[in-house]
């Protein structure tokens, strides 16, 4: 009788571990790996060595600051039938670079940001500064490449005491960016 009584110790044993521990001999696990997750960080852009600056429009204010290593479009400085600016120009920068710069240096330089839009492949930052009212446009063409559309409109007597974009108003919100 003692291998009886050593099978029943070791029946009981094992339903005890398995009751302790949670496994019940099914083939399906009670917890399920936690997920792991990987954020995606781009490698930064390279840093282009600085060339000839562009030569910018008159009508583009002088003060308006521009981003270095720009390159103005083929066609891409026009005026419309009611007085706006347009200046298009590209700019070996991620959007996101192009985003801190404007956010960064156009208030240094005393243009008042407006609320602004920004998605996953673009970001509008309306401006005023004086009489200057405008707003810039970035869209990214590759990873380390943007295309940047300035218009500006010069607020006069055609348009009344009503600003294009009106003035920047602080918000309640505790981010800086003027964007979405």
């Known amino acids: 009788m003692q291998p009886v009584r050593v099978a029943a110790m070791f029946v009981a044993a094992l339903v005890t571990a398995g009751t302790l521990t949670g496994c ?3 083939s399906k696990s009670s917890a399920a790996p936690a997920p792991t997750q990987s954020v995606y960080t781009p ?3 390279p840093t282009p060595a600085t060339g000839k600056p562009p030569n910018w429009p008159k009508f583009l204010p002088a003060d308006l600051p521009k981003p270095a290593n720009a390159t103005i479009q083929p066609n891409g400085v ?3 039938s ?7 120009f590209t700019t070996p920068t991620s959007l996101r670079d192009s985003v801190l710069f404007i956010v960064r240096s156009y208030p ?9 839009d920004a998605e996953s492949t673009e970001a509008d930052a309306p401006f005023v500064h004086g009489e200057v009212r405008g707003v810039t446009r970035i869209s990214l063409l590759e990873q380390c490449k943007t295309l940047w559309l300035t218009a500006t409109v010069k607020v006069g007597s055609q348009f009344g005491n009503t600003p294009v974009i009106p003035p920047h108003t602080p918000s309640a919100s505790p981010s800086p960016l003027p964007f979405g």
């Open 108 to 116: 240094k330089a005393g243009y008042a940001l407006g609320r602004g």
């Open 24 to 26: 019940t001999g099914g």
């Open 78 to 80: 026009s005026t419309t």
């Open 43 to 45: 490698p930064p852009c």
């Open 82 to 88: 009611d007085g706006v600016h347009i200046v298009k």
